[in-house]
């Protein structure tokens, strides 16, 4: 049960530190982020000795979304990722009508005039970086759980 938290915790921890970093270069933030992205991989590609490269990492606990309860069928698992990703949507979609998400808007249709207004341009990024990374944390672990379970 805390396989999905505790990936959501990591992923987006790791993607502060990348926001972080990224916003200090301004115009090259995508070139950045994929450029951090490439080293992350390489590293976790090639240190065998912790994660056994593109064999995966061993002895990942099989996800149950209550204690003792296991996804034992495809339906089930079909039904669970649904779900996740319906809250996933409600959540969105409530981010994408709330202020900040005007924020987000904006930023991305003219990031000029939106630091015009006064918005805090590397906080609204890093947030969003943040909340991508979240998300794309609940995927892999539904796609860990495919794979593995």
Same mark, same amino acid.
């Given at each position: 049960?805390?396989?999905?938290?505790?990936?959501? /915790?990591?992923?987006?921890?790791?993607?502060?530190?990348?926001?972080?970093?990224?916003?200090?270069?301004?115009?090259?933030?995508?070139?950045?982020?994929?450029?951090?992205?490439?080293?992350?991989?390489?590293?976790?590609?090639?240190?065998?000795? *912790?994660?056994?490269?593109?064999? =995966?990492? +061993?002895? &990942?606990?099989?996800? @149950?979304? *209550? +204690? =003792? *309860?296991? /996804?034992?069928?495809?339906?089930?698992?079909?039904?669970?990722?649904?779900?996740?990703?319906?809250?996933?949507?409600?959540?969105?979609?409530? /981010? &994408?009508?709330?202020?900040?998400?005007?924020? /987000?808007? @904006?930023?991305? %249709?003219? %990031?000029?005039?939106?630091?015009?207004?006064?918005?805090?341009?590397?906080?609204?990024?890093? *947030?969003?970086?943040?909340?991508? =990374?979240?998300?794309?944390? &609940?995927?892999?672990?539904?796609?860990? %759980?495919?794979?593995?379970?």
């Amino acid at each position: 049960m805390l396989n999905i938290p505790v990936a959501m /915790l990591l992923s987006g921890g790791l993607a502060w530190i990348v926001a972080r970093v990224a916003d200090r270069t301004r115009d090259y933030y995508v070139i950045i982020t994929l450029g951090i992205q490439v080293v992350i991989y390489s590293v976790m590609n090639n240190w065998q000795s *912790v994660t056994h490269g593109p064999l =995966g990492i +061993p002895g &990942i606990s099989a996800f @149950a979304i *209550v +204690p =003792g *309860v296991e /996804l034992e069928s495809k339906l089930a698992y079909c039904f669970f990722s649904a779900i996740l990703a319906g809250v996933a949507w409600v959540v969105l979609h409530q /981010l &994408i009508h709330s202020p900040f998400g005007r924020v /987000l808007i @904006a930023l991305s %249709e003219d %990031e000029v005039y939106t630091k015009s207004l006064g918005k805090n341009m590397a906080g609204a990024k890093t *947030v969003s970086f943040v909340i991508s =990374g979240m998300l794309a944390s &609940i995927a892999g672990e539904l796609f860990e %759980e495919r794979v593995l379970g």
